[in-house]
């Protein structure tokens, strides 16, 4: 999908808050074209609110590739994960390799920092992709994923959700979710973070005040999610839709007290 105005801006808080001494790596090679993606105004207003440090002209290189963004971001030593290296006909820093299969023991607890602007969607086996992306990341590094949520049926073979998030990084991978945030890509139209539904006790709506009627606005959304691989952080558990496990509780629990009683 590439890293439009509406991802930089969140990207750049982001990138406030962490940064990293180890390797970082992006799941397939990111374009950033804000003239193409979004507004140059929206992100000059980003760069003076969030990062006042940077200059557009910092963070743009000729190919129109992400490299030098991340690099200015804070996470300069950035490889790239691909299924093809197409998009490095002069060379470059990329790990070919086909994400539904696992990762190579050598790339285990490598990257400080993992970007996946759009490339897991793309995977048909997503439980698989999401290990390895467990697996590449080290304890204490933080995954940024951003995948289409809806508006974008063609795209590639799934749409993500919050519940994914959660029952995936939270529940499976034991891991610190520490945001999860749903938006369009129109700037300003639509933004909000999501909670794990398991903790709400329902399944998430996605209504605004301008489509108040509306399970979800109109158009192409977004999800963006910031996970942290926690020390200790093991693949064991499973992941059921949150708003079922509570109702199945409440029926549980209603059933032992029939039989208590």
């Not at 962490?18 to 507004?39: C, E, I, N, W």
């Not at 963004?69 to 490889?79: H, N, V, Y």
């Not at 959660?166 to 700037?187: D, E, H, L, P, T």
Request: hydrophobic share 35%.
């Amino acid at each position: 999908m590439g890293i439009n105005a509406n991802t930089f801006e969140l990207l750049a808080d982001f990138s406030r808050e962490y940064k990293t001494d180890d390797p970082s790596l992006m799941l397939g090679r990111q374009v950033f074209r804000p003239a193409r993606h979004g507004s140059q105004r929206h992100l000059r207003r980003t760069l003076e609110r969030l990062r006042p440090d940077l200059q557009p002209e910092d963070l743009f290189q000729p190919d129109g590739y992400a490299e030098r963004m991340f690099g200015a971001l804070g996470f300069p030593d950035i490889e790239t994960l691909d299924a093809s290296d197409w998009e490095f006909p002069d060379g470059g820093r990329v790990h070919v390799h086909d994400l539904n299969r696992p990762v190579p023991d050598s790339m285990h607890d490598r990257y400080g920092f993992i970007f996946d602007g759009g490339t897991l969607e793309h995977v048909f086996n997503v439980p698989i992709a999401l290990e390895n992306v467990f697996r590449m990341l080290k304890p204490g590094g933080r995954m940024i994923g951003v995948n289409p949520l809806n508006g974008l049926p063609g795209h590639g073979m799934y749409q993500f959700t919050a519940e994914l998030v959660y029952g995936f990084w939270g529940r499976i991978a034991k891991c610190r979710v520490r945001r999860v945030c749903a938006y369009s890509a129109s700037g300003g139209l639509y933004r909000r973070d999501i909670s794990d539904p398991a903790e709400v006790g329902r399944r998430t709506i996605y209504r605004s005040m301008l489509f108040p009627f509306s399970r979800i606005p109109p158009g192409r959304m977004y999800l963006f999610y910031d996970v942290e691989k926690v020390e200790g952080a093991t693949l064991d558990g499973e992941a059921l839709q949150p708003d079922y496990q509570v109702q199945w509780n409440a029926a549980e629990t209603a059933q032992d007290g029939q039989k208590s009683a």
